[in-house]
């Protein structure tokens, strides 16, 4: 068990429709990055946070946002979805912000019909 | 189980024989390296790291191995175990500062009794 906990497990949803993955990370850390695995793309960058603050952004679409809270915790909203959204999406958090081991959870796998 | 990706390079080994998988990394700036192991239905598991001003690093019954000069990182797993069958990953990570790893499209390792 990675310490890294994601809700829900899975989600079913239609197109068009707007939903929010939620992400607590381990104890005493940070940092939390989000990515997405497709089947075709494999595991891509989306966003990171430290402390709250953004600090580094990957290939994360305009209609995707996140956010950290003050307790640290994060949240993935996504909306407009759209088919090609259908994937894993995995939250990791680390320590520090900068080269460590990021620990991911287990992810959220998104299904959009 | 779930599948994390379509035709990616498969090792299949007997049990108690060693396993190397390899990866090729392409940016030059990377000087952080990890390897993941993700099993079928969960996140990505550290397994070990380097930096750049290493050229080997032993865990237990892993061995990376870095070679800056061909850009190229190696996984050895010793007296290979059906628990290992798994999904292999390499990660990047660049000297921004921030640990935005960028993963390779991964290795399924598969470990016969």
């Known amino acids: 068990d990675s310490g890294v906990t994601q809700t829900p497990k899975h989600l079913i949803t239609a197109t068009g429709q707007r939903v929010t993955l939620r992400c607590s990370p381990r104890?005493?850390?940070?940092?939390v990055y989000w990515y997405q695995q497709s089947l075709d793309q494999g595991l891509q960058f989306l966003i990171q946070?430290?402390?709250?603050?953004?600090?580094a952004k990957g290939n994360i679409l305009e209609r995707f946002s996140a956010q950290q809270f003050p307790d640290l915790h994060s949240e993935l909203n996504l909306s407009s979805l759209e088919l090609g959204d259908s994937a894993l999406y995995f939250c990791?958090?680390?320590?520090?912000?900068?080269?460590?081991?990021?620990?991911f959870g287990n992810g959220t796998r998104l299904t959009v019909t | 189980g779930e599948s994390v990706g379509l035709h990616l390079p498969t090792l299949s080994v007997q049990e108690g024989d060693n396993s190397i998988i390899n990866c090729a990394y392409s940016?030059?700036?990377?000087?952080?390296f990890i390897w993941y192991k993700q099993e079928s239905g969960k996140g990505p598991q550290f397994i070990i790291d380097?930096?750049?001003?290493?050229d080997k690093r032993q865990g237990q019954r892993v061995t990376v191995l870095l070679n800056k000069t061909v850009k190229h990182l190696s996984l050895q797993i010793a007296a290979t175990q059906p628990g290992d069958s798994a999904v292999y990953f390499c990660?990047?990570?660049?000297?921004?500062?921030?640990?935005?790893?960028?993963f390779g499209k991964g290795t399924m390792l598969l470990v016969s009794p």
């Open positions: 990660a990047e990570s660049d000297n921004s500062g921030y640990s935005t790893l960028t």
């Open positions: 946070y430290y402390n709250g603050e953004e600090r």
């Open positions: 104890s005493g850390d940070l940092s």
């Open positions: 380097i930096r750049s001003n290493m």
């Open positions: 990791a958090s680390s320590v520090r912000q900068d080269n460590s081991p990021l620990h």
């Open positions: 940016n030059s700036a990377s000087d952080y």
